[in-house]
T-cell receptor, first 111, second 114 residues
Framework: SQTIHQWPATLVQPVGSPLSLECTVE??????LYWYRQAAGRGLQLLFY??????ISSEVPQNLSASRPQDRQFILSSKKLLLSDSGFYLC??????????FGPGTRLTVL | AQSVAQPEDQVNVAEGNPLTVKCTYS??????LFWYVQYPNRGLQFLLK??????LVKGSYGFEAEFNKSQTSFHLKKPSALVSDSALYFC????????????FGTGTRLQVTL
């Protein structure tokens, strides 16, 4: 069966510090991968998606970047965090018919 | 462009009563429609999907949803609500075809009380 992992589960970082969040998927190959941000426990904002290694599409201009160094690994990064980067970050992957499966999420607090 | 509307921020229902969480969508062509549930500080869990075929879709935990093409709706329903159903519910749509991204609604918080 397929599983998706995210780490860390929670993170508290000072403004201006770097960020690296990792997402890995097991049990499937060549998945589409997605990074979402959820603010205040409500709507999801799609940040990045990837259809293959090294292929990243950005949905909104922001302080973040994404990379896909391996088929089942998706990394969300920032060189300098802003207060507005705080939120709940969700990684997801999909298979046929666009049914997405979500990881457990990372709660990021920027102070 | 595709979009999803969940017109209710919150739905309140007593345990044992039927529940409905509303969703309408806009997409060019035939839609794929999904419902997800989110418990506090957790990722989204898939509940059910409509791809094609029978307009009434049955999913996890006794939930079902009815696809209505003429009204462009995909309302989530359950005959008898449980307190444990209290959570945040998201409707999502994508356009048929490959590599089509999901568009999510803003979510509806369901509160089931004794």
């Amino acid at each position: 069966s397929q599983t998706i992992h995210q780490w860390p589960a929670t993170l508290v970082q000072p403004v201006g510090s770097p960020l690296s969040l990792e997402c890995t998927v097991e049990g499937t190959s060549n998945p589409n991968l997605y990074w979402y941000r959820q603010a205040a426990g409500r709507g999801l904002q799609l940040l990045f998606y990837s259809v293959g290694i090294g292929q990243i599409s950005s949905e909104v201009p922001q302080n973040l970047s994404a990379s896909r160094p391996q088929d089942r690994q998706f990394i969300l990064s920032s060189k300098k965090l802003l207060l507005s980067d705080s939120g709940f970050y969700l990684c997801a992957w999909d298979r046929e018919y666009n049914e997405q499966f979500f990881g457990p999420g990372t709660r990021l607090t920027v102070l | 462009a595709q979009s999803v509307a969940q017109p209710e921020d919150q739905v309140n229902v007593a345990e044992g009563n039927p529940l409905t969480v509303k969703c309408t969508y806009s997409v060019s062509g035939n839609p794929y429609l999904f419902w997800y549930v989110q418990y506090p500080n957790r990722g989204l869990q898939f509940l059910l999907k409509y791809i094609t075929g029978d307009n009434l879709v049955k999913g996890s935990y006794g939930f079902e949803a009815e696809f209505n093409k003429s009204q462009t709706s995909f309302h989530l329903k359950k005959p008898s609500a449980l307190v444990s159903d209290s959570a945040l519910y998201f409707c999502a749509v994508s356009r048929t075809g490959t590599a089509s991204k999901l568009t999510f609604g803003t979510g509806t918080r369901l509160q089931v009380t004794l």
